[in-house]
T-cell receptor
Framework: GAVVSQHPSRVICKSGTSVKIECRSL??????MFWYRQFPKQSLMLMAT?????????EQGVEKDKFLINHASLTLSTLTVTSAHPEDSSFYIC??????????FGSGTRLTVV | AQKITQTQPGMFVQEKEAVTLDCTYD???????LFWYKQPSSGEMIFLIY????DQQNATEGRYSLNFQKARKSANLVISASQLGDSAMYFC????????????WGLGTSLAVNP
Protein backbone atom coordinates (compact mmCIF):
# COMPACT_ATOMS: atom_id res chain seq x y z
CA GLY A 1 0.00 0.00 0.00
CA ALA A 2 0.88 3.68 -0.13
CA VAL A 3 3.51 4.78 2.36
CA VAL A 4 4.59 8.23 3.49
CA SER A 5 7.90 8.35 5.29
CA GLN A 6 8.21 11.20 7.78
CA HIS A 7 11.49 12.16 9.44
CA PRO A 8 12.58 12.77 12.08
CA SER A 9 10.15 11.05 14.41
CA ARG A 10 11.42 13.01 17.38
CA VAL A 11 13.55 16.13 17.59
CA ILE A 12 14.72 18.35 20.40
CA CYS A 13 16.12 21.71 19.45
CA LYS A 14 17.26 24.84 21.17
CA SER A 15 15.14 27.94 21.15
CA GLY A 16 15.97 30.16 18.21
CA THR A 17 17.12 27.40 15.88
CA SER A 18 15.31 26.00 12.86
CA VAL A 19 14.06 22.47 12.35
CA LYS A 20 13.20 20.75 9.08
CA ILE A 21 10.68 17.93 8.86
CA GLU A 22 10.53 15.82 5.72
CA CYS A 23 7.68 13.82 4.28
CA ARG A 24 8.37 11.56 1.36
CA SER A 25 5.86 9.45 -0.54
CA LEU A 26 7.65 6.20 -1.26
CA UNK A 27 5.59 4.45 -3.89
CA UNK A 28 3.24 7.03 -5.31
CA UNK A 29 3.15 10.63 -6.42
CA UNK A 30 1.48 12.91 -3.92
CA UNK A 31 -0.75 15.41 -5.67
CA UNK A 32 -1.26 17.38 -2.52
CA MET A 33 0.42 17.36 0.87
CA PHE A 34 -1.29 18.51 4.04
CA TRP A 35 0.60 19.59 7.15
CA TYR A 36 -1.06 19.32 10.54
CA ARG A 37 -0.24 20.26 14.07
CA GLN A 38 -1.71 18.41 17.00
CA PHE A 39 -1.69 19.26 20.69
CA PRO A 40 -2.11 16.51 23.30
CA LYS A 41 -5.59 15.01 23.40
CA GLN A 42 -6.81 17.36 20.68
CA SER A 43 -7.78 16.98 17.08
CA LEU A 44 -5.59 17.62 14.05
CA MET A 45 -5.27 21.26 13.12
CA LEU A 46 -4.53 21.90 9.46
CA MET A 47 -1.65 24.31 9.06
CA ALA A 48 -1.20 24.41 5.32
CA THR A 49 -1.78 22.65 2.04
CA UNK A 50 0.92 22.34 -0.57
CA UNK A 51 0.80 21.32 -4.19
CA UNK A 52 3.89 20.33 -6.11
CA UNK A 53 5.60 23.29 -7.72
CA UNK A 54 3.36 25.96 -6.25
CA UNK A 55 3.24 28.02 -3.09
CA UNK A 56 1.59 26.53 -0.05
CA UNK A 57 -1.82 27.70 1.07
CA UNK A 58 -1.80 28.50 4.76
CA GLU A 59 -4.76 28.34 7.09
CA GLN A 60 -5.85 31.48 8.83
CA GLY A 61 -3.69 32.28 11.84
CA VAL A 62 -0.67 30.23 10.72
CA GLU A 63 2.49 32.29 10.32
CA LYS A 64 3.90 31.74 6.84
CA ASP A 65 7.33 33.03 7.75
CA LYS A 66 7.61 30.74 10.74
CA PHE A 67 6.35 27.56 9.13
CA LEU A 68 8.00 27.32 5.72
CA ILE A 69 6.62 24.64 3.45
CA ASN A 70 8.33 23.44 0.30
CA HIS A 71 6.85 20.92 -2.11
CA ALA A 72 9.56 20.76 -4.76
CA SER A 73 8.64 17.37 -6.19
CA LEU A 74 5.70 14.99 -6.32
CA THR A 75 7.37 12.79 -3.73
CA LEU A 76 8.86 15.23 -1.22
CA SER A 77 7.44 17.98 0.95
CA THR A 78 9.20 19.70 3.82
CA LEU A 79 8.10 21.81 6.76
CA THR A 80 10.70 24.06 8.34
CA VAL A 81 9.96 25.60 11.72
CA THR A 82 12.11 28.72 11.79
CA SER A 83 13.40 30.40 14.93
CA ALA A 84 11.64 27.82 17.04
CA HIS A 85 10.34 28.72 20.48
CA PRO A 86 8.96 26.52 23.28
CA GLU A 87 5.39 27.29 22.19
CA ASP A 88 6.15 25.61 18.86
CA SER A 89 6.61 22.32 20.69
CA SER A 90 3.97 20.00 19.32
CA PHE A 91 3.24 16.92 17.23
CA TYR A 92 3.46 17.61 13.51
CA ILE A 93 2.08 15.17 10.96
CA CYS A 94 1.85 15.21 7.19
CA UNK A 95 -0.70 13.61 4.92
CA UNK A 96 -0.39 12.99 1.20
CA UNK A 97 -3.45 12.90 -1.00
CA UNK A 98 -3.43 10.45 -3.85
CA UNK A 99 -6.43 10.84 -6.10
CA UNK A 100 -9.83 11.53 -4.56
CA UNK A 101 -10.02 8.93 -1.84
CA UNK A 102 -6.50 8.24 -0.69
CA UNK A 103 -5.01 10.08 2.26
CA UNK A 104 -1.83 8.55 3.57
CA PHE A 105 -0.29 9.87 6.76
CA GLY A 106 3.29 10.05 7.87
CA SER A 107 4.12 8.70 11.30
CA GLY A 108 4.46 12.17 12.81
CA THR A 109 7.22 14.25 14.39
CA ARG A 110 7.31 15.19 18.06
CA LEU A 111 9.09 18.53 18.30
CA THR A 112 10.37 19.77 21.63
CA VAL A 113 11.94 23.21 21.81
CA VAL A 114 14.05 23.85 24.90
CA ALA B 1 -19.90 25.49 6.30
CA GLN B 2 -18.84 21.89 6.46
CA LYS B 3 -18.54 20.49 9.96
CA ILE B 4 -17.94 17.23 11.77
CA THR B 5 -19.29 16.69 15.28
CA GLN B 6 -18.17 13.98 17.66
CA THR B 7 -20.02 14.38 20.94
CA GLN B 8 -18.34 11.62 22.95
CA PRO B 9 -15.02 12.80 24.39
CA GLY B 10 -14.46 9.44 26.06
CA MET B 11 -15.98 5.98 25.86
CA PHE B 12 -15.44 2.73 27.75
CA VAL B 13 -16.21 -0.75 26.49
CA GLN B 14 -15.67 -4.20 27.87
CA GLU B 15 -13.40 -6.48 25.92
CA LYS B 16 -15.27 -8.60 23.34
CA GLU B 17 -18.28 -6.30 23.34
CA ALA B 18 -19.36 -4.00 20.52
CA VAL B 19 -19.15 -0.22 20.73
CA THR B 20 -20.57 2.62 18.64
CA LEU B 21 -18.73 5.90 18.20
CA ASP B 22 -20.94 8.75 17.08
CA CYS B 23 -20.28 11.15 14.24
CA THR B 24 -22.60 13.68 12.65
CA TYR B 25 -21.74 15.91 9.75
CA ASP B 26 -23.00 18.99 8.03
CA UNK B 27 -22.52 19.81 4.37
CA UNK B 28 -24.48 21.27 1.51
CA UNK B 29 -22.46 19.40 -1.09
CA UNK B 30 -24.31 16.34 -2.49
CA UNK B 31 -20.99 14.58 -3.10
CA UNK B 32 -18.85 13.92 -0.06
CA UNK B 33 -16.78 11.27 1.62
CA LEU B 34 -16.57 10.27 5.24
CA PHE B 35 -13.58 8.68 6.92
CA TRP B 36 -12.73 7.15 10.25
CA TYR B 37 -9.19 7.06 11.58
CA LYS B 38 -7.66 5.49 14.65
CA GLN B 39 -4.78 7.18 16.46
CA PRO B 40 -3.02 5.10 19.12
CA SER B 41 -0.71 6.68 21.66
CA SER B 42 2.18 6.34 19.20
CA GLY B 43 0.57 9.11 17.14
CA GLU B 44 0.23 7.42 13.78
CA MET B 45 -3.05 7.86 11.95
CA ILE B 46 -4.53 4.56 10.88
CA PHE B 47 -7.24 4.56 8.21
CA LEU B 48 -10.19 2.40 9.23
CA ILE B 49 -13.08 2.87 6.86
CA TYR B 50 -14.53 5.08 4.13
CA UNK B 51 -18.11 5.86 3.10
CA UNK B 52 -19.01 7.77 -0.02
CA UNK B 53 -22.21 9.79 -0.10
CA UNK B 54 -23.51 7.85 -3.08
CA ASP B 55 -22.61 4.42 -1.75
CA GLN B 56 -25.75 2.31 -1.51
CA GLN B 57 -24.49 0.04 1.23
CA ASN B 58 -22.87 0.73 4.56
CA ALA B 59 -19.11 0.26 4.46
CA THR B 60 -17.55 -2.63 6.34
CA GLU B 61 -13.90 -3.51 6.96
CA GLY B 62 -13.37 -6.54 9.17
CA ARG B 63 -14.55 -5.66 12.68
CA TYR B 64 -15.34 -2.10 11.62
CA SER B 65 -18.60 -1.04 10.07
CA LEU B 66 -20.05 2.33 9.35
CA ASN B 67 -23.70 2.99 10.18
CA PHE B 68 -24.45 5.55 7.50
CA GLN B 69 -27.75 7.37 7.89
CA LYS B 70 -27.81 9.99 5.19
CA ALA B 71 -31.07 11.68 6.14
CA ARG B 72 -29.84 12.14 9.69
CA LYS B 73 -26.35 13.09 8.50
CA SER B 74 -24.74 10.57 10.75
CA ALA B 75 -21.85 8.20 10.13
CA ASN B 76 -21.32 6.22 13.29
CA LEU B 77 -18.46 3.74 13.59
CA VAL B 78 -19.28 0.35 15.02
CA ILE B 79 -16.46 -1.78 16.36
CA SER B 80 -17.46 -5.35 17.02
CA ALA B 81 -15.74 -7.74 19.42
CA SER B 82 -13.56 -5.05 21.00
CA GLN B 83 -9.94 -5.90 21.71
CA LEU B 84 -7.50 -4.29 24.14
CA GLY B 85 -5.56 -2.99 21.16
CA ASP B 86 -8.58 -0.95 20.11
CA SER B 87 -7.88 1.52 22.94
CA ALA B 88 -7.04 4.74 21.10
CA MET B 89 -8.37 8.04 19.84
CA TYR B 90 -10.86 7.79 16.99
CA PHE B 91 -11.45 10.60 14.56
CA CYS B 92 -14.25 11.11 12.08
CA UNK B 93 -13.43 13.24 9.04
CA UNK B 94 -15.14 14.51 5.92
CA UNK B 95 -13.55 15.36 2.62
CA UNK B 96 -13.93 19.04 1.80
CA UNK B 97 -15.51 19.84 -1.54
CA UNK B 98 -12.84 22.41 -2.43
CA UNK B 99 -10.06 21.98 -4.95
CA UNK B 100 -7.52 20.63 -2.50
CA UNK B 101 -10.06 18.26 -0.92
CA UNK B 102 -8.72 18.72 2.57
CA UNK B 103 -10.22 16.74 5.43
CA UNK B 104 -12.51 18.36 7.99
CA TRP B 105 -11.96 16.73 11.38
CA GLY B 106 -14.05 16.03 14.42
CA LEU B 107 -12.66 16.51 17.92
CA GLY B 108 -12.24 12.79 18.40
CA THR B 109 -13.36 10.15 20.87
CA SER B 110 -11.02 8.44 23.28
CA LEU B 111 -11.91 4.76 23.55
CA ALA B 112 -10.73 2.61 26.42
CA VAL B 113 -11.24 -1.15 26.24
CA ASN B 114 -11.39 -2.79 29.65
CA PRO B 115 -10.24 -6.39 30.17
Amino acid sequence: GAVVSQHPSRVICKSGTSVKIECRSLDFQATTMFWYRQFPKQSLMLMATSNEGSKATYEQGVEKDKFLINHASLTLSTLTVTSAHPEDSSFYICSARQGVYGYTFGSGTRLTVV
Amino acid sequence: AQKITQTQPGMFVQEKEAVTLDCTYDTSDPSYGLFWYKQPSSGEMIFLIYQGSYDQQNATEGRYSLNFQKARKSANLVISASQLGDSAMYFCAMRDAGNNRKLIWGLGTSLAVNP
